[in-house]
T-cell receptor, first 112, second 111 residues
Framework: KAGVTQTPRYLIKTRGQQVTLSCSPISGHRSVSWYQQTPGQGLQFLFEYFSETQRNKGNFPGRFSGRQFSNSRSEMNVSTLELGDSALYLC???????????FGSGTRLTVV | SQQGEEDPQALSIQEGENATMNCSYKTSINNLQWYRQNSGRGLVHLILIRSNEREKHSGRLRVTLDTSKKSSSLLITASRAADTASYFCATDGSNDYKLSFGAGTTVTVRA
């Protein structure tokens, strides 16, 4: 069974630009979550989607948005990038009725 | 903000020794999970303990949970070089569809 796939693996963007990150969950997993990991703040929850509906959102500004498609693939978008958005962005999926999450390898975003 | 605190922040042990790390959290939970992360890559799910369980084993891993103290511990027995990683506890609250992570413990296993 293929794992959670995140693309791209690395990304360098300039302040003020926008970026879209992609996540393909494990086949059959309808729940997809996004987390931001930085040295200063650690792992922070961004949002969770289930069957194209956002069920929860973390404490991040409106520049951070996401969506989920009918095939459960998810994207997150960050607009007007700031230096502080430099981080490892992790996507995780979970099967119905399960509590453990499977994480992807992450997208490392660097904002210069 | 993070739900939990982990102790110690870093741990260095000799191969074959045991490693113990602790996690404290603040609010009520459905379950508590432990994850491993190698060199800034993705997280790997290690073990989950439900709020009504006190101890659980999986291979060389033993996790305990004390809900009265809002704390958990992870023991890795007979450590190997491949166990060198960061370990995170994460709490799963009541139907909020998210994990709240601790700051993590960095474990270095010396050959």
């Amino acid at each position: 069974k293929a794992g959670v796939t995140q693309t791209p693996r690395y990304l360098i963007k300039t302040r003020g630009q926008q970026v879209t990150l992609s996540c393909s969950p494990i086949s059959g997993h309808r729940s997809v979550s996004w987390y931001q990991q930085t040295p200063g703040q650690g792992l922070q929850f961004l949002f969770e989607y289930f069957s194209e509906t956002q069920r929860n959102k973390g404490n991040f500004p409106g520049r951070f948005s996401g969506r989920q498609f009918s095939n459960s693939r998810s994207e997150m978008n960050v607009s007007t990038l700031e230096l502080g958005d430099s981080a490892l962005y992790l996507c995780a999926s979970r099967s119905d009725g399960s509590y453990g999450y499977t994480f992807g390898s992450g997208t490392r975003l660097t904002v210069v | 903000s993070q739900q939990g605190e982990e102790d110690p922040q870093a741990l260095s042990i000799q191969e074959g020794e045991n490693a113990t790390m602790n996690c404290s959290y603040k609010t009520s939970i459905n379950n508590l999970q432990w994850y491993r992360q190698n060199s800034g890559r993705g997280l790997v799910h290690l073990i989950l303990i439900r709020s009504n369980e006190r101890e659980k084993h999986s291979g060389r891993l033993r996790v305990t949970l004390d809900t009265s103290k809002k704390s958990s511990s992870l023991l890795i027995t007979a450590s190997r070089a491949a166990d060198t990683a960061s370990y995170f506890c994460a709490t799963d609250g009541s139907n909020d569809y998210k994990l709240s992570f601790g700051a993590g413990t960095t474990v270095t296993v010396r050959a």
